[in-house]
């Protein structure tokens, strides 16, 4: 019995111990809110920093809000499930280089003519502990962030969302 309650416990961690070296996650978008929207989003502990970069179709041309949500959940039609932004610190809303901002706040992504948006970020975000973005969303919203306005911007519908999930 002492045997098998070691083992069980060096399983375990074990297991915890390779949750803490998560180095890479990814997000599949999903369109919500009646559009079309939908990418790949992918997260990979560069240093001390996590590099983002995203590939996402079908949005209008122009900016648009990139935040990472405080929940894994994008059942519902208008992503709503997905909660508030992730603010682990409880900042006011800004950009990703403003002094003041949430841990998710992601800045605007910007689609050029035909719909389309490419981001190539790296930013200080955590994949492991107890402020990780995985088991968190990306959701990227209709209109630009004006990088000021409580809670979200004024960045408009939900129109894509994807859970933060481990890639390694």
């Known amino acids: ?13 074990v297991c915890f111990a390779r949750a803490q070296e998560v180095s890479k996650a990814t997000a ?17 502990k560069v240093g001390d920093e996590v590099q983002v970069v995203a590939d996402i179709h079908n949005l209008a041309p122009g900016k648009h809000g ?5 929940k894994g959940d994008c059942s519902a ?3 709503a499930s997905a909660g508030a932004h992730f603010n682990p610190t409880q900042k006011h809303h800004g950009g990703p280089t403003t002094a003041d901002h949430h841990a998710g706040d992601l800045g605007n992504i910007t689609a050029d003519a035909s719909g389309t948006a490419h981001v190539d ?4 975000l955590s ?16 209109k630009e ?7 979200s911007g004024n960045s408009g519908a939900r129109i894509a969302c994807g859970a933060i999930v481990a890639a390694d």
């Open 66 to 70: 990139f935040h990472i949500h405080e």
């Open 28 to 44: 599949q978008l999903e369109s919500k809110s009646g559009s079309k929207v939908t990418g790949t989003v992918t997260f990979t």
């Open 77 to 79: 039609p208008d992503a």
């Open 121 to 124: 970020w790296k930013g200080k």
């Open 145 to 151: 962030d004006d990088l000021k306005t409580d809670p």
């Open 127 to 142: 994949l492991s502990g107890t402020d990780s973005i995985i088991g968190k969303s990306v959701v990227v919203h209709e």
């Open 1 to 13: 019995m002492k045997t098998i309650l070691s083992v069980t416990l060096f399983c375990a961690l």
